[in-house]
């Protein structure tokens, strides 16, 4: 099957997402402007491509998901979160949060070889929809210290999850953990994971056919939702076990 490339004004329409190939690739070509991330992520769609090479645009199938009121938290988890290892805070380093989430990728390579999907260009367009009030971060403090985190996109009721990164020992675990409490306060009842993974799987995570997927994200991004900056608006993180 060929791959669409995108006409260039950035409100054109993305191809029907049916037309993905077996792995997901939908389209290539076009930018990373705001208009064009919020029609893409309204349709089931999001940009995945290593640095230099043409944007690509994925809509895999099945879609990994979590519902936000049965993630699962082992026994051993809830041990930690009764420590309150972590201070946790939303908004208070997005920038710090993206940089972290490729610093791992980054660490593991040689310097020629530094490919990351989570490079300037991607960067660069995400912090764009931070200040417009639609990408998202949830830190983890311990010492001051920025140590886990994860960060997405949300639109009207639905969040996009996009990465989360993990300096100490269950952080990245605990930031997901408190995203899944404050947006199940929120009335926000999934979490997009995009593909699937055996780690988020064995946090409840679940599989949607593609068809599904799109459908529940099209009700839930019309609905009203938290808009701005999340940190005037979160209550503590308090997880009650």
Known sequence: MAISWLAT????????????????LLAAGGDLSITRLLNAYRHGIFPWFNAYDPILWWSPDPRMV????????????????RQKPFDITFDQDFKGVMHACAAPRLLKLPVEQHE????????????????AGYAHSVECWQQGELVGGVYGVAIGKMFFGESM????TNASKIAL???????????????????????LSRLGAVTLPREIFVQQVQMLCA???????????????SYEP
């Open 223 to 237: 609905l009203p939702g938290q808009t701005g900056y999340w940190q005037t608006t979160t209550l503590p993180f």
């Open 9 to 24: 004004p950035e409100d054109s329409p993305f191809p029907p997402v049916d037309q993905a190939t077996s792995h997901g």
């Open 177 to 199: 953990v408190a995203l899944a409490q404050q947006l199940k306060q929120w009335g926000y009842p999934l979490i997009d994971c995009q593909v699937y993974s055996e780690h």
């Open 116 to 131: 990351t999907w989570i490079h300037n260009e991607m960067i660069s367009a995400y912090m764009e929809l931070h200040h």
């Open 66 to 81: 979590f519902n936000t009121d049965k993630m699962h938290i082992s026994k051993s988890l809830k041990k930690v979160l």
């Open 165 to 168: 990164f993990s300096f100490k």
